[in-house]
């Protein structure tokens, strides 16, 4: 079972700003961020052990969650990324946990997926991508990251959602 960063002094000071940040489990038992305005945030190796939340929240800053541990399943949907929203190395107590990113928006990049195993009832519905963007630099990432996505739906099998990411 993974364990909980220990958090520095800075790291709290940082959560602690977090407007609205919810101090208590759900009535489902469930973490529940749902409506939370992030600035840059760091989720890197939490292990959320009950189904957690992000429902309409928005995150202004980059969004990290690598070799972060979902023991339910995690729902993105109608959030907002405004930055890089990473997701690398995710992995849950089963082989994949299902995400939800339906009617999520990526406004500026498309979210990373390297070396995360997807689950079947991963949810693209609806979701808005990024513009393309006019730097080589950005553009190359763009493609890295929709290369990634087009594999993975290949992968499951889920074939409109490969058309989408192969067309990007």
């Known amino acids: 079972m993974a364990k909980l960063p220990t958090l520095s002094e800075a790291d709290l000071t940082r959560i602690r700003a977090i407007e609205h940040l919810p101090t208590t489990l759900g009535p489902n038992i469930a973490i529940d961020f749902d409506g939370v305005e992030f600035p840059a945030v760091n989720f890197d190796k939490f292990y959320f052990g009950v189904y957690v939340s992000w429902d309409n929240a928005t995150f202004r800053g980059a969004a990290w969650f690598d070799d972060t541990v979902f023991v ?12 890089e929203a990473h997701f690398h190395d995710v ?31 991963t949810d693209w519905t609806a979701a808005r ?7 080589r ?18 992968g499951l099998g889920k074939v409109d959602d490969e058309h989408i990411f192969f067309r990007k």
């Open 72 to 83: 339910g399943r995690a729902w993105f949907g109608d959030s907002t990324f405004h930055q």
């Open 91 to 121: 992995a849950g107590t089963r082989k994949a946990v299902p995400l939800s990113f339906k009617w999520a928006s990526f406004t500026r990049h498309p979210p990373d997926f390297y070396g995360l195993t997807m689950h079947g009832d």
């Open 129 to 135: 991508w990024p513009n393309t963007p006019s730097q």
């Open 137 to 154: 630099d950005d553009l190359d990432e763009h493609i890295r990251a929709y290369q990634r996505l087009h594999l993975i739906a290949r």
